[in-house]
């Protein structure tokens, strides 16, 4: 079956733009994350959704940051007024989860962000 | 304040050999430990895992050993294959389901 989806695969933005990235999971995964990697570094928790539950934004660096999950489904990572900083990889993930149970995580490609 | 500690940015393997890529956590109560492989241009590829209560999981070539009174993990993989050549991610689990990641180890294995 199709994995997750990213899109667009590389985007170029001046600074002080807005940037939405999309990302399609695996379907019947009912989490969603988002992490990103800047370079030379590891990756960096952002958000975190889990059915109805409300999200965990515990990771999301600065309030020009936000995220949404439509029907269960899609997501879109909006980061407003983009800073170089923001550069990096943004790597979307899904799981399957039930409580007390581990789930792997199947990452898509990822969007390429560079911020001029 | 890294809670996951990946010392090594690269290893060079024979072909053939063993490849042992390591990773400290500092946190007791991670309870779930993953290994990623990552080619360029693409996303994590999960590996193999071990939860907080076993010390060994074995998967083909893969195996990964936890020492939680070290807060140690590590994956060993033999007999290295070129294609094993990627980028290895430890990540940790603690706290709902959102992952920790290391720094990643370049592992080339050399023919």
């Known amino acids: 079956g199709a994995g997750v989806s990213q899109s667009p695969s590389n985007k170029v933005t001046e600074k002080g733009k807005d940037v939405e990235l999309r990302c399609d999971p695996i379907s019947g995964h009912t989490a969603l994350y988002w992490y990103r990697q800047s370079l030379g570094q590891g990756l960096e928790f952002l958000i975190y959704f889990q059915g109805n539950s409300a999200p965990d934004k515990s990771g999301l660096p600065s309030d020009r940051f936000s995220a949404e999950r439509t029907g269960g489904s899609v997501s879109t990572l909006t980061i407003q007024r983009t800073q170089q900083e923001d550069s990096a990889v943004y790597l979307c993930?899904?799981?399957?989860?039930?409580?007390?149970?581990?789930?792997?995580?199947?990452f898509g490609p990822g969007t390429r962000l560079t911020v001029t | 304040d890294q809670q996951v500690k990946q010392n090594s940015p690269s290893l060079s393997v024979q072909e053939g050999r063993i490849s042992i890529l390591n990773c400290d956590y500092t946190n007791s109560m991670f309870d779930y430990f993953l290994w990623y492989k990552k080619y360029p241009a693409e996303g994590p590829t999960f590996l193999i895992s071990?939860?907080?209560?076993?010390d060994k999981n074995e998967d083909g070539r893969f195996t990964v050993f936890l020492n939680k009174s070290a807060k140690h993990l590590s994956l060993h993989i033999v007999p290295s294959q070129p294609g094993d050549s990627a980028v290895y991610f430890c990540a940790v689990r603690g706290g709902g389901n959102k992952l920790t990641f290391g720094t990643g180890t370049q592992l080339k294995v050399e023919l």
């Open positions: 071990i939860s907080s209560i076993k």
């Open positions: 993930a899904s799981s399957l989860y039930t409580s007390g149970a581990a789930y792997e995580q199947y």
